[in-house]
């Protein structure tokens, strides 16, 4: 029996968790605290998964960015504690004034996850929370360049190259795996990038990083993407240009799971 999560085998065949290497979610998850405000969010269902299959209850899940809250409001909802970081104070404050912290306490810091000064104040609640360590970690970087998400010169999406991106994540990384529990898991959730008529694997650079610094790779899921080119109604101009050109779409993300 796994000990690092609350699942009832006795029931396994019920069960709502995903065991295949493919997801496709149909429907992005509005319930609750998500509203789905902020371009760039991931669906509530992907922590949701991790949460329920990598933790117990009263465990501490970890997101180092943050973003719109979508991991903190899933940690919430499931009985886990949560500390979160972003560099953006305006959604570090949205999301602190969302969270519910009654029960399970809800950390969300301010600040570059990239710097040792910054997990010095996880450090700190950790500590005041009487807790060793996190017990899952899900990053969700940006995908270098692609979405722009702040004027601020440390935000990873205005590293200057793809190396300076690298390097940065691999900071934010290294800094995560010190204050995760061993053996327990850590997820990136990240997709890969076209430029000057190239594909560019960030996904795979992504997880090179992860195993440099000794993590073992566990899965890689692959998540369909699908949303904003069909709202906005633009799927068949990026079909044209595809039969008109050599290359094609990007239909999917990538979900990589590893083991501490
Ligand atoms: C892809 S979004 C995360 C979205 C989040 N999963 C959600 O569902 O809303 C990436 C986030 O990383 C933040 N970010 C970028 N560089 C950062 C850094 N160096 N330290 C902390 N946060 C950073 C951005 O402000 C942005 O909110």
Not at 148 to 159: T, Y
Not at 174 to 182: A, H, P, V
Request: proline share 3%; charged share 25%; net charge positive.
């Amino acid at each position: 029996m796994p000990i690092f999560n609350d699942l009832n085998l006795e029931n396994w065949k019920d069960s709502e968790i995903w065991t295949d290497s493919l997801w496709i979610i149909s429907e992005r998850d509005k319930s609750g605290k998500h509203d789905g405000f902020y371009h760039g969010n991931f669906v509530p269902q992907i922590p949701r998964q991790l949460i329920l299959r990598y933790t117990k209850k009263d465990e501490v899940v970890f997101d180092p960015f943050v973003g719109s809250g979508t991991t903190a409001y899933e940690a919430e909802t499931f009985g886990r504690h949560f500390i979160g970081i972003d560099i953006q104070k305006n959604l570090v404050e949205q999301v602190k004034s969302k969270v519910d912290n009654k029960k399970y306490f809800s950390e969300i810091i301010l600040g570059d996850s990239s710097k040792n000064t910054t997990f010095d104040k996880v450090s700190e609640t950790l500590k005041k929370q009487n807790k060793e360590n996190i017990s899952l970690a899900i990053l969700h970087p940006p995908y270098a360049d692609i979405i722009k998400f702040s004027n601020l010169k440390d935000d990873l999406s205005n590293a200057k190259s793809l190396k300076e991106f690298l390097e940065g994540f691999s900071l934010v990384l290294k800094n995560t795996i010190s204050i995760l529990e061993k053996s327990r898991y850590l997820a990136i959730v990240i997709g890969d990038k076209y430029t000057a008529g190239q594909w560019i694997p960030l996904g795979f650079y992504c997880m090179n990083e992860a195993q440099k610094l000794g993590l073992t790779l566990k899965s890689i899921i692959i998540k369909n993407m699908e949303g904003n080119r069909a709202k906005q109604n633009k799927e068949g101009i990026w079909r044209y240009r595809a039969l008109s050109s050599d290359y094609y779409i990007f239909k999917h993300e990538y979900i990589l799971i590893f083991k501490k």
